[in-house]
């Protein structure tokens, strides 16, 4: 069964610091992970990585994949009190059965 | 970008009434759909993938003759929670894949309520 693990499931930091989410997946047939920014209905797409050790940046966020030891972490630096949401990991394999299977998710409090 | 339209948002029914919600694709064409169902602070469960023309693939648990998912055309697809009862309840959200760059975009959601 495929298996999608992020940690922390909560965090709460101050405005301004940087903050690592980690995503970790036991999949068969890997093709893709993405992460998605959820506030309070539909989830954001983020990123998509499906090369190991090539950083995607977008403004404060960045994230990596490592295909070998089956993670990814997503940075936010300088955090802002709009960063506050749940952040999704996600995994899609290949196949005709290719389907997305979800971490349960990070929370993340930015307080001033 | 991408917009998939998702109706209604809000719903609460009695028990043991059928409810359809539709997810559309707005300016594009999406082969494949899919249907999740997420309980508060937890993450989105797969429930279904929807392939246009063809009968819907369910995950294992889910009861496919309780939620029914119909996928006319590239731009609909519908799930109809049949006789729906209190574990009903849930916030059920589509997503629509393109089929250019196959991102997945996703719908607002809709939270049903069953009294």
């Known amino acids: 069964e495929d298996k999608v693990v992020q940690s922390p499931l909560s965090l709460v930091v101050h405005e301004g610091d940087t903050v690592t989410l980690n995503c970790s997946y036991e999949?068969?047939?890997?093709?893709?992970l993405l992460w998605y920014k959820q506030e309070k209905k539909a989830p954001t797409f983020l990123f998509m990585l499906t090369s190991s050790g090539i950083e995607k940046k977008s403004g404060r966020l960045s994230s990596i994949l490592d295909k070998k030891e089956l993670f990814s972490i997503l940075n936010i630096t300088a955090t802002q009190t709009g960063d506050s949401a749940v952040y999704l990991c996600a995994v899609r394999t290949t196949g005709t059965a290719s389907k997305l299977t979800f971490g349960t998710g990070t929370r993340l409090q930015v307080t001033l | 970008g991408a917009v998939v339209s998702q109706h209604p948002s809000r719903v609460i029914c009695k028990s043991g009434t059928s409810v359809k919600i539709e997810c559309r694709s707005l300016?594009?064409?999406?082969?494949?759909m899919f249907w999740y169902r997420q309980f508060p602070k937890q993450s989105l469960m797969l429930m279904a993938t929807?392939?246009?023309?063809?009968?819907?693939?369910?995950e294992q648990g889910v009861e496919k003759d309780k939620f029914l998912i119909n996928h006319a055309s590239l731009t609909l697809s519908t799930l109809t929670v049949t006789s729906a009862h209190p574990e009903d309840s849930s916030f059920y959200i589509c997503s629509a894949r393109t089929t250019v760059n196959e991102k997945l975009f996703f719908g607002s959601g809709t939270q049903l309520s069953v009294l």
């Open positions: 300016d594009f064409q999406a082969t494949t």
């Open positions: 999949v068969t047939n890997f093709r893709s």
């Open positions: 929807s392939n246009e023309g063809s009968k819907a693939t369910y």
